[in-house]
C-alpha cells in the first residue's frame, strides 16, 4: 500500500515537472523573433510534453494520434488563438516595438495554453484514460477554465487589482 502511494506520488510529481518545464520553454518560444516560427516551436513543444507525459503514465503515444489531439486542443482556443498569438506573432513583422508587445502576448499565451493542455492530460490519464479515447470535444470547458486560470496567474502584479483593505 506504501509502495503505491509513493509511486502515485512520484508520477504526479514527475508530471508537475514535465508541464513546469514545457511551461517555461513554451514562454521562452514566445520571444523567438521570426514570426511564425514560434507558434511552430509552441506546436511542438507541447507535442513533446503530451509525449512525455504519456510515457509516465504508460500509455502508448503514437506519433499521429498526440500531433492530431494537441492540435484539436489548440482549436478548441481558436477564438483566443487567433487573437492572441497570430496578431502576437504578426506583430513581430513591425522592428522595435512591435516585435516587443508581440513577443510578449505570444509567450503570455503559449505559457498559459501549456499549462492548460497539460492539467487536462494528467487529469485524463489519472483517470484512466489513454490518448486514443481523449476527446477534445468532452473537456473543452475544463481547457478554458485551466486557460483562464494560467492567464490570471500569468498577469504582472500591477495589472491585477489591489486587495481592498
Do not use: C
Amino acid at each position: 500500500m506504501a509502495e503505491e502511494v509513493l509511486e502515485a506520488r512520484d508520477v504526479h510529481t514527475d508530471a508537475g515537472v514535465i508541464i513546469s518545464n514545457a511551461v517555461k520553454w513554451s514562454g521562452a518560444a514566445g520571444f523567438i523573433p521570426v514570426p511564425y516560427v514560434d507558434l511552430a516551436a509552441l506546436g511542438a513543444l507541447q507535442y513533446k510534453m503530451v509525449r512525455d507525459l504519456a510515457a509516465i503514465y504508460d500509455i502508448d503515444a503514437k506519433t499521429k494520434v498526440v500531433r492530431t489531439v494537441v492540435a484539436s486542443l489548440l482549436g478548441s482556443l481558436a477564438p483566443t488563438v487567433i487573437s492572441t498569438s497570430l496578431v502576437g506573432s504578426s506583430l513581430k513583422l513591425i522592428p522595435g516595438g512591435g516585435t516587443l508587445v508581440g513577443s510578449a502576448s505570444v509567450a503570455a499565451f503559449s505559457a498559459a495554453s501549456t499549462y492548460a493542455i497539460g492539467k487536462v492530460f494528467v487529469r485524463h490519464f489519472e483517470n484512466g484514460g489513454s490518448l486514443e479515447n481523449f476527446s477534445a470535444e468532452n473537456i473543452q470547458e475544463e481547457l478554458k477554465d485551466e486557460f483562464a486560470s494560467a492567464s490570471q496567474k500569468a498577469e504582472p502584479k500591477s495589472s491585477q487589482t489591489a486587495p481592498k483593505k
